[in-house]
């Protein structure tokens, strides 16, 4: 059952991680890194907090490029 897990993290992971480079696909808002907050909060009412983290911090590192 374990590896089941795997993949339900992996897939909630790569998941989250195409929502997040969709949603940035738009033009830059000065509050982008506040969305990564809020999608942070809303992933971990629903997944694990190691699956959030991971988004969370690819998000932060996306919305500080711009």
Do not use: F
Not at 3 to 16: H, P, Y
Not at 24 to 53: F, I, M, T
């Amino acid at each position: 059952m374990k590896g089941m897990a795997d993949m339900r993290t992996s897939a909630a992971v790569l998941a989250l991680l195409g929502y997040v480079l969709l949603t940035n696909a738009a033009p830059a808002q000065s509050d982008d890194c506040k969305l990564c907050r809020e999608d942070y909060q809303a992933c971990v009412k629903a997944h694990s907090q190691g699956a959030c983290k991971a988004n969370y911090d690819i998000c932060l590192k996306h919305c500080r490029q711009r």
